[in-house]
């Protein structure tokens, strides 16, 4: 079984501030990662995901994660805010022995708030 | 592209009321899932389903039961509505090529009073 820890369930930047969501998983197997955003009353959406290879992955809006295998950790960062990144994020973990058909363990979720 | 689709968006039950959440996918994916999501708790897996005819236990499972009679629709039904189902309802479907990502419907947000 795995789990996932999200350090932070708010967190208030300025816009054009640079910003770090933490996330911290255990498994006993190794594991595909996920970021997902969900923006007010919509469903999620995938933001970024790692499955292997390069420990740096990056969206399409400007954010970037890093897996840490040691640190079992794997952080989202923007180096620049905007209004519009203000969301609910949620880090995921899948292990690979089941081919992802029994889903995904989600974190509680951290609140992204961007303050003008 | 519909992708997932959830019925109703909204619906207020009374307690011991029963009703069924519509899902519906039309990405031919074999695996199903229905997730809720409680304030500050993250979501948390109902039930989920590998394949028509296939369902198993999340790891919430308790006043809920599901069917998949076609690889389309995963239907989520409550026997006896109570207060503590209060939640948003997310299907989500997938499929071995995917390697775990999930695609989400929008949400059906459920009160029970």
């Known amino acids: 079984a795995q789990s996932v820890t999200q350090l932070d369930s708010q967190v208030p930047v300025f816009e054009e501030a640079p910003v770090e969501l933490r996330c911290n998983y255990s498994s006993s197997v190794s594991v595909y990662l996920f970021w997902y955003v969900q923006y007010p009353n919509q469903g999620l959406q995938l933001l970024l995901k790692y499955l292997s290879g390069s420990t740096l992955v990056e969206s399409i809006n400007g954010f970037e994660a890093e897996f840490n295998k040691s640190q079992t950790s794997f952080h989202l960062r923007k180096p620049s805010v905007h209004i519009s990144d203000t969301a609910e994020y949620f880090c995921a973990v899948s292990d690979f022995s089941g081919g992802g058909a029994d889903g995904l363990t989600f974190g509680k979720g951290t609140h992204l708030i961007i303050q003008p | 592209n519909a992708g997932v689709t959830q019925t109703p968006k909204f619906r207020i039950l009374k307690i011991g009321q029963s009703m069924t959440l519509q899902c519906t996918q039309d990405?031919?994916?074999?695996?199903m899932y229905w997730y809720r999501q409680d304030p500050g708790m993250g979501l948390k897996l109902i039930y989920y389903?590998?394949?028509?005819?296939?369902?198993d236990k999340g790891e919430v499972p308790n006043g809920y039961n599901v069917s998949r009679s076609t690889t389309e629709d995963f239907p989520l039904r409550l026997e006896l509505a109570a207060p503590s189902q209060t939640s948003v309802y997310f299907c989500a479907s997938s499929s071995p090529s995917n390697t775990g990502e999930l695609f989400f419907g929008e949400g059906s947000r459920l009160t029970v009073l």
């Open positions: 990405m031919n994916h074999n695996y």
């Open positions: 389903s590998v394949g028509a005819g296939i369902t």
